[in-house]
Each structure stands twice: as C-alpha cells, then as structure tokens.
C-alpha cells in the first residue's frame, strides 16, 4: 500500500494492548497468552474513549488475549466489531519468552547485544523482525485499502509487532527500524496518508492527535 491513490486521506491508528504482569516482571512475552492486569483494563477503558472521538471505521486486532481485550473496550464505545488476525501477533521468541530482560541477557547476551545493534537475529531461535513485518503489515495495508476516504482504521497489537509495521509501512530499511521508540502500555502510533505515501503523524501519544502548525505541515 504505497499510497498512490492521493487524496483519500487515510488514517491507521497503531494501538498498543494494556498493562500484563509480565509487562511489570520485564519479562519477554512475544506469542505467549498473558492477559491484561486490572490497571491494563482501565488504561484500554481510558484510550478508547480517546480514540472513539476519532470516529474510526475499522478495528482489526491481534487474537492474543491482552490485545483482544484492549480491542473489546473500543469495541464497546463505538460499537465496531473487531476483527481478529493472528498476522498481528507480537513477534515469536522462542528461548527467550518467559524470560525477563536480565535472564536474557545473562543467557544470550551477545544475541541480545547484536540485536540491539540492528543486527537481524532470530531471538531465541525465534522469528526475524523482517518476518514479523512480512505477516503483520500486509494485514495492516489489507485493512486500510477498504477504509472510504479519509477513513480510520485502528490496529491493536504489541510493541514490537507495531514498530516493525510502522517501518515496513514507511519504507524504512529494517535496520533503521530501531530509532522508532517503544509504545507504553495502550499509548498508540499514527499514519497519514500524503501523496507520496504514509507519514507518521504521532508516536507513542496518549493525547489526541494535534494539527501540525507550521511550515511543515
């Protein structure tokens, strides 16, 4: 999806699920089942009456429990079924999952270390960030091609699933795809359709988007 069709205006909305325990143990979940916390439920409640006021027209989510039930709560406001793809999950880790960032890096530091340096790593044995863009962005680009005109569409999904996403869908090469930050629990992402393809309007908000003044805009 590149954009070509100028004019229409699209909009896809990158919304990171709620707050796990394991997001609080910093410990690796990658495909791993873990569901939201208590808090994690109120931070979905919080976001998604933010982003029902950008009135969006599709919701497309990850069928891992934490991003469903992040999904299920803006589903609840806007009344917009949610469909679910497991194209969206985060990425797969193998050895690593169930791990946390200090069990990583005492077992596999010099992966560790090689993927921080933009290195293409299967960590833990487990997919390459190429791969996870290779199955969650055409989901993404699939959903935004049947969004009318200046339509929205919101993604639910996970950190690093989102950040491989955001750099396929510009056109970053993968090892640029670092700069992009990480997403704090249920803040989100924006791109906008220009004519020369998406932009990225906001990263990590937890705001409304704002109108650009100035001599960027």
Same mark, same amino acid.
């Given at each position: 999806?590149?954009?070509?069709?100028?004019?229409?205006?699209?909009?896809?909305?990158?919304?990171?699920?709620?707050?796990?325990?394991?997001?609080?143990?910093?410990?690796?979940?990658? /495909?791993? *089942? @873990?569901?939201?916390?208590? !808090?994690?439920?109120?931070?979905?409640?919080?976001?998604?009456?933010?982003?029902?006021?950008?009135?969006?027209?599709? @919701? &497309? +989510?990850?069928?891992?429990?934490?991003?469903?039930? $992040?999904? !299920?709560?803006? %589903?609840? &406001?806007?009344?917009?079924? &949610?469909?679910? *793809? %497991?194209?969206?999950?985060? %990425?797969?880790?193998?050895?690593?999952?169930?791990? /946390?960032?200090?069990? @990583?890096?005492?077992?596999?530091?010099?992966?560790?270390?090689?993927?921080?340096?933009?290195?293409?790593?299967?960590?833990?044995?487990?997919?390459?960030?190429?791969?996870?863009?290779?199955?969650? !962005?055409?989901?993404?680009?699939? +959903?935004? *091609?049947?969004?009318?005109?200046?339509?929205?569409?919101?993604?639910?999904?996970?950190?690093? $699933? =989102?950040? /491989? $996403? =955001?750099?396929?869908?510009?056109?970053?090469?993968?090892? !640029?795809?670092? +700069?992009?930050?990480?997403?704090?629990?249920?803040?989100?992402? &924006?791109?906008?359709?220009?004519?020369?393809?998406?932009?990225?309007?906001?990263?990590?908000?937890? %705001?409304?988007?704002?109108?650009?003044?100035?001599?960027?805009?």
């Amino acid at each position: 999806m590149n954009g070509s069709q100028g004019g229409r205006s699209r909009r896809i909305v990158l919304w990171r699920h709620g707050q796990t325990a394991w997001n609080l143990e910093r410990r690796f979940q990658g /495909t791993m *089942d @873990i569901g939201l916390t208590e !808090a994690g439920v109120a931070q979905a409640r919080r976001s998604a009456r933010l982003l029902a006021a950008l009135k969006p027209d599709v @919701i &497309v +989510a990850s069928d891992l429990s934490r991003a469903k039930a $992040t999904a !299920a709560e803006l %589903s609840a &406001v806007t009344g917009l079924e &949610v469909s679910h *793809d %497991s194209g969206l999950r985060e %990425s797969y880790a193998g050895q690593w999952q169930g791990l /946390t960032h200090e069990e @990583i890096t005492a077992q596999f530091g010099e992966q560790y270390a090689a993927w921080k340096r933009g290195e293409p790593v299967r960590r833990g044995g487990g997919e390459l960030e190429t791969e996870v863009a290779d199955r969650a !962005a055409p989901v993404v680009s699939a +959903a935004a *091609d049947k969004l009318p005109d200046g339509g929205t569409l919101v993604v639910v999904s996970h950190g690093g $699933t =989102i950040r /491989t $996403t =955001i750099g396929r869908l510009l056109g970053l090469e993968a090892r !640029a795809w670092e +700069a992009l930050g990480g997403l704090s629990n249920c803040c989100w992402s &924006v791109l906008g359709e220009g004519v020369r393809g998406w932009r990225l309007l906001e990263h990590n908000a937890g %705001s409304l988007p704002e109108p650009v003044l100035g001599d960027d805009d």
